[in-house]
């Protein structure tokens, strides 16, 4: 049985860093996509970031490339969200997801519905 467990968010002043982890156990697929996803109240869920669990390559959503970092450590099965300059319009939940598209095609990563896994969401609060 897969379980995602995040840790890591909380309130940050605009311009402030966070990390969140997200730890995956019974989940061994190294081609399926693993992300990052956030809603905001009143809005839809949005894709955040992307990885290739085996082959690395990753994705990003235009408004947080070059802030946002994903990164893996396969050895513990952890899956990492770096959040840096972080901004108000950033604050919302934010979601661990795993077994999506295979080898996260660039054109659709980013579509919830195409992940079977989620973790039970952290809160991201950024003040202006």
């Known amino acids: 049985q897969v379980q995602l467990v995040q840790s890591g968010g909380g309130s940050v002043q605009a311009g402030g860093s966070l990390r969140l982890s997200c730890r995956a156990s019974g989940y061994t697929y190294k081609t399926y996509c693993m992300g990052w996803f956030r809603q905001a109240p009143g809005k839809e869920r949005e894709g955040v970031a992307a990885i290739v669990p085996g082959g690395g390559s990753t994705f990003y959503t235009t408004s947080v490339k070059g802030r946002f970092t994903i990164s893996q450590d396969i050895a513990s099965h952890t899956l990492y969200l770096q959040m840096n300059s972080l901004k108000a319009e950033d604050t919302a939940m934010y979601y661990c997801?795993?077994?999506?598209?295979?080898?996260?095609?660039?054109?659709?990563?980013?579509?919830?519905?195409?992940?079977?896994?989620w973790g039970q969401g952290t809160q991201v609060t950024v003040s202006s």
């Open positions: 997801a795993a077994g999506g598209p295979y080898d996260c095609p660039s054109g659709s990563w980013f579509y919830d519905w195409d992940y079977d896994y």
